[in-house]
T-cell receptor, first 111, second 113 residues
Framework: GEDVEQSLFLSVREGDSSVINCTYT??????LYWYKQEPGAGLQLLTY?????DMKQDQRLTVLLNKKDKHLSLRIADTQTGDSAIYFC???????????FGKGTTLSVSS | DTGVSQNPRHKITKRGQNVTFRCDPI?????LYWYRQTLGQGPEFLTY????????KSRLLSDRFSAERPKGSFSTLEIQRTEQGDSAMYLC???????????FGDGTRLSIL
């Protein structure tokens, strides 16, 4: 079945780059997503990438996709304290309906 | 674009009571999703509507759970005879066309006493 795995914690200093990694199982996924969740809030869509792309850049965010290894990463440049949150990687189910989420990576940014 | 709206934000109830949550999707989004998120986990899919039709239900959606979207706009999720294990954040998301992402509301946090 479909599964998404992420490392659980990442700690960085303000101003450094953060790289959050994710692996997924469904090679037929057409889109892969990154969402951000702050305490007590819902999920905020950060960015997403179509499966025929290798990279997507959006301001401080860079997404890299390695389809062969089923590996997705999110790089946040110049990480700020406001970036502290839980980051979720998600893939679309084969049926193209629901999203399958990882358990989330907690990013802690220290000043 | 006012975003996905969910009410209430918090619900505290005693075990055995019934609860109902409401979700108002982004206007003109014809697809609506419900997810459940427990502490330390990612959201898990519960059910999916396209317009008023409920097209998919997860095995997590026991017979105590029911969801409706009567006019293809807002949706309700009802849980009957609540149990301790129902304590979670219930998230709603909506989506427009096939190539568009799902947008989430802020969720309803359910606490069972």
């Amino acid at each position: 079945g479909e599964d998404v795995e992420q490392s659980l914690f990442l700690s960085v200093r303000e101003g450094d780059s953060s790289v959050i990694n994710c692996t997924y199982t469904d090679s037929s996924s057409t889109y892969l997503y990154w969402y951000k969740q702050e305490p007590g809030a819902g999920l905020q869509l950060l960015t997403y990438i179509f499966s025929n792309m290798d990279m997507k850049q959006d301001q401080r965010l860079t997404v890299l996709l390695n389809k062969k290894d089923k590996h997705l990463s999110l790089r946040i440049a110049d990480t700020q304290t406001g970036d502290s949150a839980i980051y979720f990687c998600a893939e679309m189910t084969q049926a193209g309906t629901a999203l399958i989420f990882g358990k989330g990576t907690t990013l802690s940014v220290s000043s | 674009d006012t975003g996905v709206s969910q009410n209430p934000r918090h619900k505290i109830t005693k075990r055995g009571q019934n609860v109902t949550f409401r979700c108002d999707p982004i206007s003109e989004h014809n697809r609506l999703y419900w997810y459940r998120q427990t502490l330390g986990q990612g959201p898990e899919f519960l059910t999916y509507f396209q317009n008023e039709a409920q097209l998919e239900k997860s095995r997590l959606l026991s017979d105590r759970f029911s969801a409706e979207r009567p006019k293809g706009s807002f949706s309700t999720l009802e849980i009957q005879r609540t149990e301790q294990g129902d304590s979670a954040m219930y998230l709603c998301a909506s989506r427009g066309q096939d190539n568009q992402p799902q947008h989430f509301g802020d969720g309803t946090r359910l606490s069972i006493l």
